[in-house]
């Protein structure tokens, strides 16, 4: 049974909306690119486009999909 934080954003990728969300502490504005498992884990590939916190905004290095919280 998928989490609601899978079906969330799910629902963001039909609808193709940005997902807002918070990582280590900072806020993340992020757009989800594929959602799928690996190794029996929800992990979620996005694309980060702006973050809340003092130091610029890097992006995500594309290739490392982020695990989503159970």
């Not at 990582?23 to 929800?42: K, Q, S």
């Not at 486009?49 to 130091?55: H, L, W, Y």
Request: glycine letters at 6%; charged letters at 15%; proline letters at 6%.
């Amino acid at each position: 049974m998928p989490s609601a934080t899978y079906d969330l954003i799910v629902q963001a990728m039909i609808t193709r909306q940005q997902v807002l969300c918070m990582y280590r502490g900072f806020a993340r504005a992020v757009c989800p690119i594929i959602l799928g498992h690996t190794a029996g884990r929800e992990r979620v590939l996005a694309f980060q486009f702006a973050v809340a916190r003092a130091t610029a905004c890097r992006p995500a290095a594309v290739g490392n999909a982020s695990k989503l919280p159970r």
